[in-house]
């Protein structure tokens, strides 16, 4: 898109997350290169986001996170009024499908990034394969965060997939050393195995604290520097809806599990982490585990989605739900310090490496450039 000028239109869905921060990077590096932008997404999504003070003009949609027949004939209703953009960018399945309905026959230059995948079956799942095929057949172009995305959306027949670019903000250098740190924790000199994640279905979290029972239920907890499974403490950094669920569980087993709740000292925490574990059911490209690659500190994950590209060399990957090997894999670096430095020197290597946001800015710009003027 060479016209400075060109108006551009983000849609979002409901998002406290990820996804409302990199749609306000767009936002803000659009609007530094001179197009006028609008986003439009749920009331929330501004309050949380303030897209309006990054330069953009905010419209309320009732983009919901599940099916609302009459919320989304609004919201399509709604949409439709940005066909006079040059382009208009979701975010998201159900922004994205909703985009298509509203801007179907207008010519308007449909782009969609899809930041997920379906976790659940069911009517949900069913529902999910839906939109998905409507995103396929309807948007100029789809971005993906994982191959496994971008395979799925060919084989519903979509013509023009490319890999998404959605980096991490600059991860901020720690506030305290280390020595500091684990003395606000408590946690003595016993290894850290720190979770960054929303404490919710798609994480896993089940496996970590199946992790956490087989290598000791807190049996032997001195603090004399050892680095046995038994002596690790697993720190989960985050909020959501399973918490009480965790923390009962956690509390009844008598587990070395931490919920911290979230947190805004992710770098701090990361500069005590042996590693930092990532039990998910599926990922794209997790925030997190870009701010531990930049942080030069291991990362142990399952082989899901966008993570094994991402990760490379600079950790050690195991099946999604296969305690044993993770297990395994947590025993290993908390008993080899020579692989846990050289896992900490190649995270460090890839995350010099992980693109940043004006690489983000750039390939969506070029995006945009490359759509057909009507359809």
Do not use: C
């Amino acid at each position: 898109m060479t016209d400075p000028g060109a108006r551009v239109a983000l849609v979002l869905g409901t998002s406290a997350g990820g996804v409302g921060r990199h749609v306000a990077m767009l936002a803000a590096g659009l609007v530094r290169r001179g197009h006028p932008v609008v986003v439009a997404g749920p009331p929330a999504t501004e309050e949380t986001f303030a897209f309006g003070r990054l330069g953009a003009r905010f419209v309320p949609v009732p983009v919901s996170d599940r099916p609302r027949p009459l919320s989304d004939l609004r919201a399509v209703r709604t949409l439709r009024a940005l066909r006079g953009a040059h382009v208009v960018h979701a975010h998201g399945l159900r922004a994205g499908a909703l985009a298509a309905l509203a801007l179907t026959g207008t010519g308007t230059g449909l782009v969609v990034t899809l930041h997920n995948a379906a976790t659940a079956g069911g009517v949900v799942g069913a529902v999910h394969g839906v939109l998905e095929r409507i995103v396929a057949r309807r948007a100029d172009r789809i971005l993906v965060v994982s191959p496994d995305l971008g395979e799925r959306m060919t084989g519903l027949g979509a013509g023009h997939v490319e890999a998404a670019v959605v980096p991490a903000p600059p991860l901020p250098a720690p506030a305290r050393g280390p020595g500091r740190v684990r003395a606000d924790l408590g946690t003595g000199e016993r290894p850290v195995l720190l979770t960054v994640a929303r404490l919710a279905q798609q994480k896993g979290l089940e496996t970590l604290l199946d992790v956490a029972a087989a290598l000791g239920s807190g049996r032997d907890s001195g603090e004399g520097g050892g680095r046995s499974g038994r002596r690790a403490v697993f720190l989960i950094a985050g909020d959501g809806p399973l918490r009480g669920e965790l923390q009962r569980r956690v509390d009844r087993e008598n587990l070395p599990v931490r919920l911290l709740g979230n947190r805004d000292d992710v770098a701090d925490l990361l500069g005590v982490a042996r590693a930092l574990l990532v039990p998910s059911r599926w990922e794209g490209q997790p925030l997190n585990v870009q701010e531990a690659l930049r942080a030069g500190t291991p990362v142990i994950a399952t082989a899901v989605g966008g993570i094994p590209p991402m990760v490379g060399e600079a950790g050690l990957l195991v099946p999604y739900g296969d305690v044993a090997a993770m297990r395994a894999a947590v025993e290993r670096v908390l008993a080899d310090d020579g692989l846990a430095g050289a896992l900490g020197e190649a995270s460090a290597r890839r995350g010099r490496e992980l693109p940043g946001e004006e690489q983000a800015l750039e390939a969506v710009l070029a995006i945009y450039a490359d759509l057909p003027k009507t359809r």
